[in-house]
């Protein structure tokens, strides 16, 4: 049996407590209860379709019922009348603000109907804009509290969808105010951060706008000496690595995660699963024992684990059947509802487990997998691009051949024209010219370059340039990823099947151990991206560390089991907090949504 990955979240580790990340959700929903309490009598909520899983972690349904909440309805085109009270629960978006407001319109005409607008984090000046010229005046709330989301008990995210495109293409730098309003409410909650490191353009600017917004507070220092501290932040640009969300994951929450999708930490199974004819919805984090045991494991270890959990449940109910007295038929009554939930949670995975083998065996998996290592051990171009043509003519998934071609590009400082050009009119021939835009996007975020030649006189600014250097420093590629037993992992490659350590949990192991940036950015000078280290007046924390590692762009969940992995190892308790959990086919997908609509 293989050796299991330790997954406990204690309260008191190496004497000192760890912060509870459930008081995030208490001030927001604490702060939602004032704005409901507002009004008196019963209410009705219309909330917007991509918060309603999310309002789950903060204001469950018992809650709200508490709340005189008396219907829930999604803003749509066409919506119920509703009742006297309306509160509307939206994102600032145009399109939802809009509906929002012909709604209120239509009910205005036939009653004096009682209605509040709360914008999750905050409204933006265009929604007023829209609101006012529809007649729609005041009562406009802000939840401003609600900016980051407990996805878990080691995880915050911000939500928000396609964060990487919004900074490095659309120049949309809105999403940066979030960051740094969740920072300011971090320390809050948990005291000053006294150690704050920072890589890349964007982090950098996250961070100026969180000592602006400090100025403008006038939010005084907060030592919080003793209880639940934060000992240094970490914030990372996602474009200083893109070669790790391009890579096909292995661990099961990240398998899981490619395979099903993970949406705000729920995941709808079909019929495949569990055995129903309607989807069931099913919520993943630490409070599934199962999941929990496995989450983090390497997919090949998961089989045998499972198998063990199963044998000590069959143990448990073979001695149940033999109890004869009544103090052991007591224990056993009282086990029941944990045995009845590991129970079911063993046969959902089980047949998760299933699925993803019989699925990723139809995609042809193992050969993608072997050529993307190939990228990575920069392996001779010719064969990847005779792949890479293969799967354009076959016509595979479209999201295959572009990760592959980021890949190349992002590993080797571009593509020479001789292999970029022909695959871009092959692709473009095979899959439809509407693809046209999303090159243009790939090359402006960095993930595809045309590599020029050394004579030219102009430079390509190329975020991973540098790959091979910081791969050599930071042992990113095993020499012999083959003897790497994944049962047994001893560093962070495990989470890529001990072929690829992820450079985003390498760097930031650096720094933790190291405490700056010098060792990295003095070697590989052109590695683009300013960092930072600033270190407050209060003395930072020796022996174990509360870390919280901020990702601008989004984060995978290997780099998320990565670093629980490297922390339990290393003695550093990592928080991770996002903008957005991302995977190879969402990353694409987020870049391409216009070139997708029909």
């Known amino acids: 049996t293989p050796t299991r990955i330790p997954r406990k979240m204690a309260d008191e580790t190496d004497g000192a407590r760890l912060p509870d990340l459930q008081h995030v959700s208490d001030r927001a929903r604490e702060q939602f209860s004032d704005m409901l309490a507002e009004v008196e009598g019963k209410k009705d909520l219309?909330?917007?379709?991509?918060?309603?899983?999310?309002?789950?972690?903060?204001t469950p349904i018992k809650f709200l019922r508490k709340l005189d909440v008396e219907h829930i309805y999604r803003i749509e085109p066409v919506m119920p009348a509703g009742g006297r009270s309306t509160f509307y629960v939206t994102r600032p978006d145009i399109l939802a603000v809009s509906q929002i407001g012909e709604h209120i319109q239509r009910m205005s005409s036939g009653?004096?109907?009682?209605?509040?607008?709360?914008?999750?984090?905050?409204?933006?000046?265009t929604c007023e804009y829209i609101?006012?010229?529809?007649?729609?005046?005041?009562?406009?709330?802000?939840?401003?509290?609600?900016?980051?989301?407990?996805?878990d008990k080691h995880l915050l995210s911000l939500e928000q969808h396609s964060s990487l495109r919004a900074l490095h293409v659309d120049c949309d730098y809105t999403i940066l105010h979030s960051i740094a309003q969740s920072i300011l409410l971090l320390e809050d909650i948990y005291g000053t951060i006294p150690v704050v490191h920072g890589k890349g353009r964007m982090a950098d600017k996250a961070w100026r706008l969180t000592q602006r917004l400090k100025e403008l507070k006038k939010t005084p220092y907060n030592p919080r000496e003793g209880g639940a501290t934060i000992s240094e932040l970490v914030l990372f640009d996602r474009r200083c690595d893109l070669v790790t969300p391009v890579c096909s994951q292995l661990t099961y929450e990240g398998i899981l995660d490619d395979v099903f999708k993970i949406r705000s930490g729920y995941v709808e199974f079909g019929k495949e699963v569990t055995g129903k004819d309607q989807n069931t919805k099913v919520l993943l984090n630490a409070a599934d024992p199962v999941y929990n045991e496995i989450r983090s494991l390497h997919?090949?270890?998961?089989?045998?684990?499972?198998?063990?959990?199963?044998?000590?449940?069959?143990?448990?109910?073979?001695?149940?059947r033999d109890t004869r007295t009544i103090p052991e038929l007591r224990s056993i009554v009282k086990q029941l509802p944990e045995l009845r939930?590991?129970?079911?949670?063993?046969?959902?995975?089980?047949?998760?487990?299933?699925?993803?083998?019989?699925?990723?065996?139809?995609?042809?998996?193992?050969?993608?997998?072997?050529?993307?290592r190939a990228v990575l051990e920069a392996v001779t171009k010719d064969p990847i691009t005779d792949f890479i043509e293969e799967c354009i003519h076959?016509?595979?998934?479209?999201?295959?051949?572009?990760?592959?071609?980021?890949?190349?590009?992002?590993?080797?400082?571009?593509?020479?024209?001789?292999?970029?050009?022909?695959?871009?009119?092959?692709?473009l021939q095979s899959y439809s010219h509407k693809y046209l835009g999303a090159f243009?996007?790939?090359?402006?975020?960095?993930?595809?370059?045309?590599?020029?030649?050394?004579?030219?006189?102009?430079?390509?600014?190329?975020?991973?340039?540098?790959?091979?250097?910081?791969?050599?420093?930071?042992?990113?590629?095993?020499?012999?990823p083959g003897s790497f037993d994944l049962s047994v992992p001893k560093d962070m490659s495990?989470?890529?099947g001990g072929a690829y350590k992820p450079l985003s949990c390498a760097a930031i192991d650096h720094v933790v151990r190291t405490g700056d940036w010098k060792g990295l950015d003095d070697v590989v000078k052109s590695w683009s991206g300013y960092a930072f280290t600033q270190v407050g007046s209060m003395k930072p924390q020796s022996g174990f560390r509360v870390v919280l590692v901020y990702f601008i762009g989004g984060c995978t969940y290997s780099e998320i089991n990565a670093l629980r992995f490297w922390g339990e190892k290393t003695n550093v308790h990592y928080i991770v907090a996002t903008t957005n959990i991302i995977n190879p086919d969402s990353l694409i997908d987020g870049l391409i949504a216009e070139d997708l609509s029909p």
């Open 46 to 58: 219309v909330i917007q379709t991509e918060l309603m899983a999310l309002l789950e972690h903060v």
């Open 111 to 125: 009653n004096s109907g009682n209605y509040r607008i709360i914008f999750v984090p905050r409204m933006l000046s």
């Open 131 to 151: 609101l006012e010229r529809m007649g729609v005046y005041g009562r406009f709330l802000e939840w401003d509290s609600l900016h980051l989301f407990t996805l």
């Open 299 to 320: 997919f090949s270890s998961v089989p045998p684990v499972l198998s063990d959990i199963s044998r000590q449940l069959q143990l448990t109910y073979t001695e149940a």
């Open 341 to 372: 939930k590991r129970h079911d949670s063993l046969a959902i995975h089980l047949k998760v487990s299933e699925q993803i083998v019989l699925r990723k065996r139809e995609a042809g998996f193992q050969k993608q997998l072997f050529f993307e």
């Open 394 to 427: 076959r016509q595979v998934n479209y999201r295959i051949p572009l990760r592959l071609m980021c890949l190349m590009s992002v590993t080797n400082n571009g593509i020479k024209p001789k292999y970029l050009t022909p695959l871009k009119h092959q692709y």
């Open 440 to 480: 243009d996007r790939l090359q402006r975020i960095g993930f595809i370059q045309e590599k020029m030649d050394e004579t030219s006189q102009v430079k390509v600014s190329h975020p991973l340039s540098t790959f091979k250097q910081l791969s050599k420093l930071l042992k990113l590629v095993p020499k012999d």
């Open 494 to 496: 495990y989470v890529y």
